[in-house]
C-alpha cells in the first residue's frame, strides 16, 4: 500500500498543513513524519505542506485543498517563526517586496544556489524562509529573541486570527483539527545553546510556545506539543536536526511521528 498518495486522495482520512518541517525537507518521503504516522496507523494521509509558508498559507490551503478531501484530521503544523510569517503576508498585501527578496523568503532553489556560493567564497550561511538559520552565534540568537518580541501581541492578533480561521472552517466541515507545535533546534537544546553562549535569563525562548498552548485551552483545540518528546531524546544524545539548516533528520520526524501516534491513540482519534 501507498501512503500520502493522491489517486486515493478523496477518501484520505486526514491531511497535513504547514512549512518545510511538515513537508519534510531533507529526507525522502518514506522518513517524513506524515509518511511514518500514516504507515504506523495504516491510513491515508495527504501531506499539504508548503517550505517557507506560514499561518496564513496553512489556513488558505486547509480551506482550498483539505476540505475537497473531506478527511476526518486535519494536522496543523506551527512553527517558532510563524509569527514572522504571518505579519509579513499582511505587509506584503499593502507593499510589495523587491523580487530579491521574495525569492531569498520563499525560493529553495535560490537558497541553495545562494548556499553554494557561500560555501565557496566563505560568505556568511544563507536562511531558509522558515527561520532555520544554522551555526548562529549569540548576538544572532539575541536579534531573533528580540524580534519575536518586538510587536509580539499585535503579530500574535494576525497570527490567532489565522489559526481561528482554520479552526472554524474545520468544525464547519466535521474535521476534527490537531494542532501540532514544532519546535525549533533552539528551543529544544536551548539549555546548552545559553550555557554555550553565556545568554542571559531575560530571553524568553518558550514565550510564543506558552502563548499557542495556552489558546489550545481557551478555544478547546486539540493541541500536542512536540517539545518535550523532542526534548527527552535530545538529552539521551541523539541528533534529531541537521547542522546545516536545522530541519528535522530521519531520526527526529521518527520521534515526531511516534509521539504524535501515542497522542491519537490516547484521544481516541487514531480509530
Request: aromatic fraction near 12%; glycine fraction near 6%; proline fraction near 4%.
Amino acid at each position: 500500500k501507498r501512503y500520502n498518495a493522491w489517486d486515493e486522495a478523496d477518501s484520505a482520512w486526514a491531511v497535513a498543513v504547514g512549512d518545510s518541517f511538515t513537508f519534510g525537507v531533507g529526507v525522502e518521503q518514506e522518513y517524513t513524519w506524515v509518511y511514518l504516522l500514516a504507515k504506523a496507523l495504516g491510513r491515508e494521509i495527504v501531506n499539504l505542506g508548503i517550505p517557507a509558508q506560514g499561518p496564513a498559507q496553512y489556513t488558505r490551503v486547509l480551506k482550498r485543498y483539505a476540505l475537497p478531501i473531506r478527511p476526518k484530521v486535519v494536522f496543523y503544523g506551527f512553527y517558532f517563526n510563524d509569527l514572522d510569517s504571518a505579519n509579513r503576508f499582511y505587509r506584503q498585501q499593502r507593499t510589495p517586496i523587491p523580487v530579491s527578496r521574495y525569492l531569498r523568503q520563499y525560493s529553495v532553489l535560490y537558497n541553495l544556489a545562494s548556499d553554494s556560493r557561500a560555501a565557496v567564497e566563505g560568505a556568511p550561511e544563507q536562511s531558509y524562509g522558515d527561520g532555520a538559520e544554522p551555526n548562529q552565534d549569540a548576538a544572532a540568537i539575541h536579534r531573533t529573541l528580540e524580534r519575536q518580541n518586538r510587536n509580539f501581541e499585535h503579530r500574535w492578533h494576525l497570527t490567532m486570527k489565522e489559526l481561528d480561521d482554520g479552526l472554524k472552517a474545520s468544525r464547519d466541515a466535521k474535521m476534527e483539527l490537531v494542532l501540532l507545535y514544532l519546535p525549533s533546534r533552539w528551543e529544544v537544546y536551548w539549555e546548552s545553546i545559553k550555557a554555550q553562549n553565556h545568554l542571559p535569563d531575560s530571553l524568553d525562548i518558550d514565550r510564543l510556545r506558552r502563548t499557542v498552548i495556552e489558546h489550545c485551552g481557551a478555544s478547546k483545540i486539540a493541541c500536542l506539543d512536540l517539545t518535550p518528546a523532542l526534548k527527552r531524546e535530545a538529552q539521551q544524545g541523539r541528533q534529531l536536526y541537521f547542522p546545516i539548516d536545522g530541519h528535522w533528520n530521519k531520526e527526529g520526524n521518527r520521534i515526531v511521528a511516534e509521539a504524535l501516534k501515542n497522542y491519537l491513540t490516547a484521544r481516541g482519534l487514531a480509530g
